[in-house]
């Protein structure tokens, strides 16, 4: 032993703790926990009850802790595969010819780069062009223009009938309406080029709008007086949401025919349009029963 080690050990027998590991008091009984916890029952507010009603939105869900509960997160997972689904799909070949359509594609490629390159969705292919020369009216009043945007699923689901649907009453209200086309990979701004080659007063393109949460078959309206190319977006108006959960296809083919002569009229669209001038835009449709979240995912 050293000498260091032998004055450590003689300096610990001096103040009587010659012993390194004293004993240790016996530590507290803990009671052990209950068999079974039972969460608190979850109570949505009246308030949210009789709101969820009334809207699609996800309203009083509530939690589980600082997480939602199991089955709120499976169906926004569910909704969510459903955005997916109809981005990722796209108009089969032949489609626009089995609905009485001119056929027209935009200068992409492949899918993908329609979805990497917005720039070229916003023009139309060589070919296209030059069948739109061909066999589209000149001259008209309203260009109409069913495209696929980022919802194929909605082009292809409630996109003719709002196509249709406007096309009658446009010509109700005495427009003369043009060759109806139908524009794969296509952006908003290809109305400007369509509607430039076919001289239409008004052009109006139904694409399909950036899906949302269980949303993948909603269409959006842009229309644009005098459409060349080189518009803004402050040259057009727009109405969204059309499907059977927001706006039906019926009710938003009247408000766009409206407006579509509203612009003849005024000889003008976008932030010029005085919206004032219209006595209707047919918004008086009485009550709407209310709209009910579809459930993807079954409580087990």
Not at 1 to 15: E, G, Q
Not at 17 to 31: A, K, R, S
Request: aromatic letters at 4%.
């Amino acid at each position: 032993m050293s000498r260091t080690r032998d004055l450590v050990a003689d300096l610990r027998r001096r103040m009587g703790q010659d012993d390194p590991m004293p004993e240790v008091p016996p530590l507290p009984t803990i009671p052990p926990p209950p068999m079974r916890v039972f969460p608190v029952e979850h109570k949505r507010s009246r308030f949210a009850d009789k709101a969820a009603k009334h809207t699609t939105a996800l309203v009083g869900i509530g939690h589980v802790g600082t997480r939602y509960a199991t089955d709120v997160v499976l169906q926004f997972q569910a909704e969510l595969a459903v955005a997916h689904e109809a981005v990722a799909a796209e108009l089969p070949d032949g489609w626009a010819e089995q609905q009485g359509l001119l056929a027209l594609e935009s200068r992409v490629g492949s899918h993908r780069e329609f979805l990497l390159r917005p720039d070229l969705g916003r023009r139309l292919s060589e070919q296209s062009l030059a069948r739109l020369q061909v066999d589209a009216l000149r001259g008209i009043d309203v260009q109409l223009i069913l495209a696929d945007g980022l919802s194929a699923v909605a082009c292809m689901g409630s996109g003719v009938e709002l196509l249709n649907h406007l096309a009658r009453d446009c010509e109700a209200l005495g427009l003369r309406v043009g060759t109806k086309v139908c524009a794969k990979f296509a952006r908003v701004w290809i109305q400007d080029e369509i509607g430039q080659e076919t001289q239409a007063k008004v052009a109006v393109i139904l694409l399909g709008e950036r899906p949302g949460l269980g949303t993948g078959d909603g269409l959006s309206a842009y229309m644009v007086y005098e459409p060349r190319v080189g518009n803004t977006d402050g040259d057009r108006n727009m109405m969204s949401n059309i499907h059977q959960r927001g706006t039906p296809p019926q009710q938003a083919a009247r408000r766009l025919a409206l407006l579509a002569a509203a612009m003849i009229e005024q000889g003008t669209s976008g932030v010029d349009l005085d919206l004032s001038q219209l006595a209707d835009l047919g918004l008086d449709d009485g009550y709407r029963a209310p709209q009910v979240r579809e459930q993807l995912v079954e409580k087990g």
